[in-house]
């Protein structure tokens, strides 16, 4: 009979304990689960805050946005697209700020093939100076900085051109797509540069002129007027375009042949030069 009990009680002692601990159990089984399941995550990391901070007696706010995209993106050497997963990372260093602060911009791009691939390090990373950015419908990154706008290939995140006023698009023959874009000198630039006049596609350069004056002062003079200047496109014929820059000391005229700009054939006012640049992607 004693035995008997002591069976019975040592079975309402093993429920007890099941009672009592399965719920801890099941709460580290699902913890342990959550935690394999968010494991291939980790590499995409990130998340938007806002903070502030005491900086010489006055308030300072940081605000990080994180954005994540999927594109399909014309891939350079490959016949079909790709599909990309794309981290934006837009950092406002102070929004209190009431001047044109500059923050700091940074894109991560994954290919989507497999679930490996957002495992591995990304196929590229842009990082720029920017106060704003954007992922556009053309596959490109476009950069908002000071007052120029710096755009950016998807394809293989090389820079691409920098613009000062909206791009002028238009189509070649075989349903090819062309912009041309212009935007003023550099810092590192001759002291005769006015403008950076760029013909290229939506993922590489074709061609980069630059237009100078013989007199320096007349240069620095021209490039006030480069934010105010948009380049045209017209139509001459059925197969032949011109780009028009409507200088204040007069039109630039450029022919399109054989998909560039042909300088030997363009119009240029007097004390005005084109100058060839050899194209060139980086990053910035």
Do not use: C
């Amino acid at each position: 009979m004693r035995l008997t009990w002591t069976f019975v009680a040592g079975l309402f002692f093993a429920g007890f304990v099941l009672l009592t601990t399965s719920p801890i159990l099941a709460i580290g089984v699902g913890i342990g689960l959550w935690a394999k399941r968010t494991e291939m995550f980790n590499v995409l990391g990130g998340e938007s805050l806002f903070g502030l901070r005491g900086v010489d007696g006055q308030m300072q706010g940081r605000m990080v946005n994180v954005n994540f995209h999927t594109a399909l993106v014309p891939m350079p050497g490959e016949p079909r697209p790709r599909r990309l997963l794309l981290r934006l990372d837009v950092i406002n260093v102070d929004v209190f700020s009431t001047s044109r602060a500059e923050g700091l911009i940074r894109l991560d791009a994954w290919p989507l093939e497999t679930p490996e691939d957002v495992k591995r390090p990304p196929l590229y990373t842009i990082v720029a100076a920017g106060r704003a950015a954007s992922i556009e419908d053309d596959t490109t990154l476009v950069i908002e900085r000071q007052t120029k706008r710096s755009v950016y290939s998807l394809g293989d995140g090389n820079w691409l051109y920098d613009t000062d006023s909206p791009v002028a698009h238009f189509t070649l023959e075989g349903d090819r797509k062309r912009l041309v874009a212009l935007s003023g000198m550099e810092d590192d630039m001759p002291a005769n540069t006015v403008a950076i006049l760029t013909y290229a596609t939506t993922q590489s350069v074709i061609k980069r002129v630059m237009v100078t004056a013989q007199d320096p002062t007349r240069a620095r003079l021209l490039r006030s007027s480069v934010p105010l200047i948009r380049p045209l496109v017209r139509l001459e014929n059925a197969t032949q375009r011109t780009v028009d820059l409507p200088l204040t000391a007069g039109i630039v005229r450029i022919p399109v042949t054989d998909d560039t700009l042909d300088l030997a054939k363009a119009q240029v006012p007097m004390g005005l030069n084109l100058v060839p640049l050899s194209p060139w992607n980086g990053r910035r």
